[in-house]
Structure formats: C-alpha cells, structure tokens
C-alpha cells in the first residue's frame, strides 16, 4: 500500500448484471499472486526451469520435469504460508523447442531456425519485433501458429511471413474460430482472441521470414508467446461437452464431442471410450468427413453402483497413412454476456450414479447389420420400444442436435400402448409399463450417400416452464443414394 489508511474495495459485473447465480469468493490479504511466466511452455518429457513474476511470491522460480505422456496443458502455481496462488498456463509441446536469441528484430539479424520448431520468446518493449528466417521449398506447406493469450500473456500477437514469390507480406492478427451460434471454440473464457495463425504454401524455394509483434504495439517483461513454425501438419484437437452428467440405473446420457481442426485436416475420427466400466455402453460414435461435431451417448446397466466413474473419450483418425489419437478435453458450454460461448476446460469427464430411474427408458429398433439405412432426399420413420413408469402416458420426441442435413419436421411420441380389451366402463386400457412410439426423419438430398453418423433423439418432459429431456441410446444411421 502507498500510505497507511482505509481502502475501500468494490466489486460489481463488468456490465452491470446481477442474478442470483453470480456468486463469488475473495481473499485479501499479502497472498501469493503470479502475473506473468517465462517460457510458457516445453517439450513432453523434460526438465523445466519457469521463471515467475507478480507479488508476494515465495520464490522466484519452479522447476521440474514434465510427464512424457501427452498432454495439452499443465497449470503452475505457488504456495505462501498456506495460501495457494493464481493457476497459469503451462503448454506441454512434442516438437523441439528453443528461446530466442537477441539481436533479432530485423532481416538482418534475423535469427536462424530450421522446422519444426517452437520458439519461446518475448516482446520485451514497447515497439519491439522478433524476425526468424528458415530455408524452405517450392510447394512446401509451412504452419506458423502462436501461443499468448490462450497462456494468459498480454501480447496481442502479430505475424507476417515474407519471401520469395509472396507478392505481399503474407499477415494474420487474430485468428478465431467459432460457430454460427457464437460458440467459441478454443481458449476458455479468454474473450479477446488475440493469437495468430496462418497456412501458407511456399511459391518459391529460398530463405523466408517470420516476424512476431505486438499489434498494439505494446511489450514488456510478460509479453511471452510460444511461436510454433512447422510443415503443414494435419491433425485435430477434441473438445467434449458437459463434462459432468447424473446417470441413473439403465438411464442414458448424451454427449457432444467437437474437433478442431488443424491444418486442412478434414476426415473422419471415429471416437470411443476407455476406462468405461463393465455394463456401461458407449454409442457408435464418428465425426464424419468435413464434419465438427458428432453426439454419442453413454447407457448405464440397470444395477450400478453409487460411485463416480471417469472415463475417456478418445478420437482416432488416420493422418497421411498414419494413425492419430487424441482424448477429447472434458468442458463446458458456458455464456459470457448474453451472447457470447465459451468452452471451459474441466479436470475430467465424471459420470455420477443416482439412484432415482427415469420415468421413460427407450430405445430405436435397429436392425440386424447394426445401422439405420436413410436414402438422401427422403424421409424414414424410426421406431422405438421402451417402458414408461408412473401416471403420464406418453412423451415427446425430439430430434436432438441435428447434423446439417438432418432434421425431423415434426415431433415424434413415445406412450404406453392401448391393450385391446377395454375397461368395464368402456374407456381404454393402458399397459401398465409397456411403451411404443416413432419419429420421422428428413434427410436432404445434398447429404452425401455413405456419410455416416449417430442420431441422438429425446423425450421431452414438460414441469410448468421447466423441460427435462431424457436420451435414448444414440442411433447409428448410414446415408445411401435414394432409388430410382
């Protein structure tokens, strides 16, 4: 504090909202506060040496050693007489890494790097730059991608590639991925999606250069970023959603699992689970060629016990004849400012037992070969069988998450079936349990035959202005060329 008195701290929303759900903690006190790291990042399966600034920090440095098994990211932090600080960002790369090395911040003095190659930097003033060069060829395919805000650096990254045969200087300021519904799919909560990307193929053979600065043209000792300068290296990133679910006794639950994809990377992965316990069934599960998204489902056993369970959900593709594997990070589809998504990463995918069974259990009658054959440009209905419990006769059903292409016009049902024999008093009888029903499905004619995937459908339950939604086992479906 500059001078001994009274402080007044006021704490409000950014945009002046309030709900009851807004809720908060605070700790004020000299409490151990990290505001920047040096690197950000390093190579799987070596010894690290991060150096750490901010206040009231027990110490200077952390070092240590980094499990050689994949992982995108780690999180370092400190401890002060009990108390733990801020978490930051650590990346975990595979491919080699180096520091940059000053004088740098011209052609001239451009610092020399053969590909792959991550380079740990920073911008270390105001109008600073770091230039590096690399000897590449006709046709090549080079990848220049930056990490900084996404590991909570300051930097406003900027890269622009130069060379032989680029007419003009090759630049990208923010990259930004995200979805018609404004789903945000790479870094969090971070709102201010300041790093760099860029795909180039080479025109011509000879020396070119990258250049890293700060668009704003800020800098200082917490500019650090992480400048990734590879081939051209398609491959995919898996993010899951929820992270967490209730699962009743022989109840099912849905999951949506999106790639991101790098590189022109655009076939299928084919996903399923690991670490699932015995009785529990995961879904056929593929995110088709061209495709983003897919849903799965998860189907407890009728008896189960009333632990947690964590399993993983693992993407497989075959990447220029080799095979690639990555799990799917756990997160959760989160709002900022009434509009805005974000996916948030959570430490596991948990399923937590309870032991209350829903009121409607079903599942789509599928045939023999295991898949649901749709012809493009026609309409199919699919029949389900199921039981429902307690007084309510039936349920609508919903086609949930449609994949482009897909779609039912009009809701489905689910009921109990009519017994044939009336009541003395001449009204219907129900079966007591016994549940039938059907859904429509449309399917565009521009949906490419052999395209396959999982249908997820729902019923729908209606308490006052409240819906719950219960799953049925995801259907696997295949498109075929409608006949003539």
């Known amino acids: 504090m500059p001078e001994t008195g009274t402080y007044t701290l006021s704490i409000r929303d950014s945009i002046y909202r309030g709900r009851e759900d807004f809720i908060y903690r605070i700790a004020i006190g000299e409490l151990p506060f990290i505001t920047g790291i040096f690197p950000l990042g390093s190579r799987a399966g070596t010894d690290v040496d991060i150096a750490l600034s901010g206040r009231n920090l027990p110490k200077p440095r ?31 790369g595979t491919q080699p890494e180096a520091f940059e090395a000053e004088p740098n911040n011209a052609r001239d003095t451009a610092q020399s790097i053969e590909r792959p190659l991550t380079v740990n930097g920073r911008i270390q003033h105001a109008g600073d730059r770091d230039v590096f060069c690399f000897q590449g060829l006709e046709g090549d395919s080079v990848s220049i991608e930056v990490f900084a805000r996404r590991l909570n650096s300051p930097l406003d990254s900027l890269v622009t590639l130069t060379g032989p045969g680029l007419d003009r200087p090759v630049r990208n300021d923010d990259y930004v991925k995200k979805d018609e519904t404004h789903l945000y799919l790479g870094a969090g909560l971070v709102t201010h999606h300041a790093d760099s990307y860029l795909i180039q193929e080479l025109p011509a053979s000879g020396t070119f250069f990258v250049e890293i600065a700060d668009a704003q ?31 009743a006794p022989g109840a099912t639950a849905a999951f949506s699992v999106m790639a991101d994809r790098k590189d022109g990377f655009d076939q299928h992965i084919t996903l ?28 407890a056993p009728r008896q189960i016990e009333g632990k947690m369970i964590s399993p993983s959900i693992v993407g ?73 419990t307690g007084q309510q006769r039936g349920y609508t059903l919903t086609l ?35 549940a039938a029903g059907s859904i429509l499905i449309t399917v565009d004619e521009s949906v490419v035959p052999g395209t396959e995937l999982s249908l997820v459908v729902l019923a729908e339950q209606k308490r006052g202005k409240e819906k719950i939604y219960y799953p049925a086992p995801a259907i696997p479906v295949r498109v075929i060329a409608p006949k003539n």
């Open 400 to 434: 949930d998450h449609p994949p482009e292409g897909f779609s039912a016009p009009k809701n489905g049902w689910i009921g109990k079936q009519k017994i044939k024999t009336q009541k003395k008093d001449g009204k219907d009888a129900w079966a007591k349990n016994k």
């Open 217 to 247: 043209s800020q800098g200082g000792h917490d500019y650090a970023y992480r400048l990734s300068i590879t081939r051209s290296d398609p491959d995919f990133q898996l993010r899951m959603e929820p992270s967490g679910l209730h699962i």
């Open 62 to 92: 952390v070092s240590g050693k980094l499990p050689a098994e994949k992982s995108e990211l780690r999180h370092v932090s400190v401890t002060r007489a009990g108390y733990r600080s801020n978490l930051m960002p650590f990346a975990i």
């Open 316 to 388: 497989e593709a075959v990447i220029e004849g080799r095979t690639v594997t990555h799990t799917a990070v756990p997160v959760d589809d989160q709002m900022q400012a009434f509009l805005y998504r974000h996916l948030v990463p959570a430490k596991e995918l948990v399923l937590a037992p309870v032991e209350k069974r829903p009121p409607v259990v079903f599942s789509a009658n599928i045939p023999k070969s295991g898949t649901v054959l749709l012809e493009a440009g026609t309409e199919k209905r699919i029949s389900f069988e199921g039981h429902i």
């Open 272 to 299: 399923r689970a690991s670490e699932l316990p015995a009785g529990f069934v995961m879904s056929d599960a593929v995110i088709p060629k061209g495709s983003d998204t897919a849903r799965f489902t998860i189907t």
